[in-house]
């Protein structure tokens, strides 16, 4: 199990620009897969982006395709969310989970094969 702590959410403006953090504390991510979700009041949490560990992998959702990228790798134990061309829509927690590192097969991305949760940090769009 790994311990994982979000940062850097806040409030922008539409089409403006920031990044969100993830760190694992005590431990390095080498050996798991990662992922953002995000989740708005009332609304079931969705996948946003993710990377395995196992040769690098980025798999994005559609809705931000072009617009989020997941620089750098698992090596370390911080995984960085850039996002960018924010749309203005519900406020909503981004979330950063982890798992062991599957090594075939398509990139999962329910967050039911998520094991390690952080507790999120809320990011606001505004228009």
């Known amino acids: 199990q790994v311990q994982l702590v979000e940062s850097g959410g806040g409030l922008v403006q539409t089409g403006e620009s920031l990044s969100v953090s993830c760190e694992a504390l005590?431990?390095?991510?080498?050996?798991?897969?990662m992922a953002w979700f995000r989740q708005s009041p009332g609304k079931e949490r969705v996948f946003v982006a993710g990377?395995?560990?196992?040769?690098?992998?980025?798999v994005y959702a559609d809705f931000v395709k072009g617009r989020f990228v997941l620089p750098g790798d698992n090596a370390k134990n911080t995984v960085v969310l850039q996002m960018g061309s924010l749309k203005p829509e519900a406020p909503a927690v981004y979330y950063c989970?982890?798992?062991?590192?599957?090594?075939?097969?398509?990139?999962?991305?329910?967050?039911?094969?998520?094991?390690?949760w952080g507790p999120g940090t809320p990011v606001t769009v505004s228009s």
């Open positions: 989970a982890a798992r062991n590192a599957l090594t075939s097969g398509l990139f999962l991305r329910s967050a039911r094969y998520f094991g390690d």
């Open positions: 005590g431990r390095s991510l080498s050996s798991s897969d």
């Open positions: 990377i395995r560990a196992t040769g690098g992998v980025r």
